[in-house]
């Protein structure tokens, strides 16, 4: 049995780990541990505060006694708006708390385009244009081409976690480009897991969202994989050879 941790802000779209364990269908565990989301804004301001080291360490005690053998901050714009360094900085101050490898939903996408063989990326966001900005802004730090950035200007997950099919389709469509080898759909808030292999068939193409790259990403820090047809081109797909 192998359990993967993940420190989750607040409550929005939490069901998807459930989900995503029934999904892989292994000897995998998801245990959430909730962190105090503070105030509720895809703002700049508010994203740095719900993302502070002392937010993040008030949960790991939890995953510990939970028997996780890896911790994920499970969340994309309260690790990017950090920058590259930053959010380095922010999950070494989350491993050591731990005492656990750790990572972040963040860099979970830079992990995973590499996986999934992407070079061109094109980013349709829930979030205001100037956050998903800093967002393309972290995945250039990270190698990635980014040919198209989409901003959907929601302010609070709570909005977010609301949208089911037709929202997430409409806007993983429109935040599309026809020269990007994937789509990328950033915010832990929003409901992705039932619609991974949906979407990927409507477009053509690696569809990468942001509570399936998390636990992938996990599943990468303990050197597990599984394959999950139902979780799209990332779980099934073998490991690109760098040449």
Same mark, same amino acid.
């Given at each position: 049995?192998?359990?993967? %941790? ?22 995998? $565990? ?30 790991? @005690? ?5 028997? &996780?053998? &890896?911790?994920?901050? &499970? ?16 999950? $070494? ?25 992407? $070079? ?32 959907? %200007?929601?302010?609070? &997950? ?38 991974? $292999? ?18 992938? @990403? ?13 979780? %799209? ?11």
């Amino acid at each position: 049995m192998t359990a993967l %941790g993940f420190l989750y802000p607040g409550h929005s779209a939490e069901d998807d780990y459930p989900r995503i364990e029934m999904l892989i269908d292994s000897d995998v $565990r998801l245990p959430v541990v909730h962190t105090d989301i503070g105030e509720d804004a895809h703002r700049v301001d508010a994203l740095l505060e719900m993302g502070a080291p002392e937010r993040l360490a008030a949960g790991v @005690e939890e995953l510990r006694l939970s028997g &996780a053998e &890896a911790v994920v901050w &499970a969340c994309t714009s309260g690790s990017f708006v950090f920058g590259w360094e930053g959010a380095h900085e922010q999950v $070494r101050s989350l491993a050591r708390a731990a005492g656990l490898p750790a990572s972040s939903t963040s860099f979970a996408f830079a992990h995973a385009i590499g996986e999934v063989g992407a $070079r061109r990326v094109a980013v349709a966001a829930t979030y205001p244009e100037d956050v998903a900005g800093h967002f393309a802004t972290f995945l250039k730090a990270a190698g990635a081409e980014v040919l198209s950035v989409r901003g959907s %200007g929601i302010i609070t &997950a709570a909005e977010v976690g609301t949208w089911g099919w037709d929202e997430v389709l409409a806007m993983a469509r429109a935040g599309d480009h026809p020269d990007a080898d994937a789509v990328l759909l950033p915010d832990t808030a929003l409901h992705t897991a039932a619609y991974v $292999r949906d979407l990927e068939q409507e477009l053509g193409k690696p569809v990468l969202t942001a509570n399936q790259v998390t636990v992938w @990403e996990a599943l990468r820090l303990v050197d597990r994989r599984v394959n999950a047809p139902a979780l %799209g081109a990332l779980f099934t797909k073998e490991p690109v050879v760098q040449v």
